[in-house]
Nanobody, 122 residues
Framework: VQMVESGGGLVQAGGSLRISCAASDYSFSSYAVGWFRQAPGKERDFVAS????????YYADSVKGRFTISRDNAKNMLYLQMNSLKPEDTAVYFC????????????????WGQGTQVTVSS
């Protein structure tokens, strides 16, 4: 499964940004997908996920109430709307698809894209 992230950039604290992920595989609409992020010197962390239908979403506590994940299965696209951004949100953001589940991303594919850089200035 090839997934390409885009839309990152530099934004001031308190600002908003929407990042996107384009999936090339026909299976995209059948599986849960999610966003992850990796800050410099840290491990990659879960941010948010959405079920195949879009009915079920999960968020990390650190972004709950500020970020909204959504998907468009007709376009094979995944989105993350980020509001009230904080400097600690600065990271490279990645998307990935679960290998087996349509509800949660607990077993993402081993391969990752290049991600998109989000930098929040204070």
């Amino acid at each position: 499964v090839q997934m390409v992230e885009s839309g990152g950039g530099l934004v001031q604290a308190g600002g908003s940004l929407r990042i996107s992920c384009a999936a090339s595989d026909y299976s995209f609409s059948s599986y849960a997908v999610g966003w992850f992020r990796q800050a410099p010197g840290k491990e990659r962390d879960f941010v948010a996920s959405i079920s195949w239908s879009g009915d079920t979403t999960y968020y990390a506590d650190s972004v709950k109430g500020r970020f909204t994940i959504s998907r468009d299965n007709a376009k094979n696209m995944l989105y993350l709307q980020m509001n009230s951004l904080k400097p600690e949100d600065t990271a490279v953001y990645f998307c990935n698809q679960d290998r087996f589940s349509g509800v949660v991303v607990s077993q993402p594919y081993d391969s990752w894209g290049q991600g998109t850089q989000v930098t929040v200035s204070s």
